[in-house]
């Protein structure tokens, strides 16, 4: 019953939805799609690629060297990584860290619902898979305690001298928490801020995160630093939730429009929420999920077809200048096991236009004129 039901819903949509026959019918048979290609990598000065929360481990398990660990047993850890590794081909390629790091079975998990660790291994291979760019300020930094953070740290840390690794939002105090990690690519200077919720602050002498009540010493040190372009990572909001809260909603605007950082990056919802774009600034509220072994799968949440299902794979073209040239998402699937991009053009135009409509009122106030992602049946495309 619920197969012919989701049948029909889908013939209704291709027949006589006017949108969808416009981006899966015309495009298609009239042969537009050129006209919204992506632009030559050779053309482009930078590619930054985002992708949402990433953890390559169940919850309250132990860790091994040679695999994830997965409700299926410990399998290799390109089990998970193989149908999306030719898409994590940017400069920058982001992902927001939602696990420590850990080659130590002996700590105790806090009390809580879900703890996180993954091994060291499992890192290099996100590294090796092409991921460079890292987000720790989360509320499952917090999941082995202080001295989970520590050797989350040292791991990392350890790894840099072998792996490229950009990374910031937890410390061994709050003076290395909230700093900003500066790196290069192709001669620009790169700035990179990390803040989210957590039960673990940094403090003056214990290690932790850089808490969202951390934010005007995060921004205005990310605003001061000498950089060409600067890159906020934001882990806030409502799981599950598509609309907006107060707090993102304070953060980013302040990002955007009072520091005027280049770029600021959403998880933790575990949903997609909307996008906005300001003076050549650009802020994604939250991607969703990526690969988050030991999650919910997302298209099992109440309303979730279309809506909640799904995750965001962003890629950012830059110019010479470090301008949005262009900016492309595509839909991802089961970002609870083994993640693919939907291909399926009436599946990623209905989630592309749904990403459309949450990224304007009621489910969040944009500063501007909401943006509008045009799709070619494949991804949706913004060209400012």
Partial sequence: ???????????????????????????????????????????????ITLSGDVNMSVSKTWVDSSGAVSNRGVLPFSIFTDSIKEYIEGDINFCNLETTVLNDNSLANADKSYCFRMHTNALKHLAQTGFNLFALANNHMEDYGTRGVLQTLENIKIL??????????????????????????????????SLGISGLPATSSSPGVALTSFS????????????????????????????VTYLQNSIIKKALEEYEIDLVV???????????????????????NFLMLGARNMSTVEN???????GLFVKIFLSDSLEIDSVTVHPVFNMHFQPYFLSDSVDVAMRVEWL???????????IEENIIFQCDGVRGIFVP
């Fill in 304 to 310: 979730s077809l279309y809506k909640k299902d799904f």
């Fill in 216 to 243: 005007e010493k995060v921004l205005g040190d990310l605003s001061s630093v000498e950089a060409d372009y600067r890159i906020l990572a934001l882990h806030a909001g409502n799981e599950r939730n598509e609309y």
């Fill in 266 to 288: 959403g998880t933790h919802p575990h949903i997609v929420q909307g996008a906005e774009y300001y003076e050549g600034r650009m802020a994604f509220y939250s991607l969703g």
């Fill in 356 to 366: 459309n409509k949450i990224s304007n009122r009621p489910y969040m106030t944009p």
């Fill in 1 to 47: 019953m619920i197969y012919w039901m989701l049948f029909l819903t889908k013939v209704y949509q291709v027949f006589f939805d006017p949108v969808l026959i416009t981006q899966s019918f015309i495009f298609d048979n009239f042969q537009l799609r050129e006209y919204l290609e992506e632009p030559r990598k050779e053309n482009t000065s930078i590619i």
């Fill in 160 to 193: 840099s001298s072998e792996c490229t690794l950009f990374f910031a939002g937890a410390g061994a105090d709050y003076d290395e928490a909230v700093m900003p990690f500066i790196f290069e690519i192709k001669g620009h200077r790169f700035a990179f801020s």
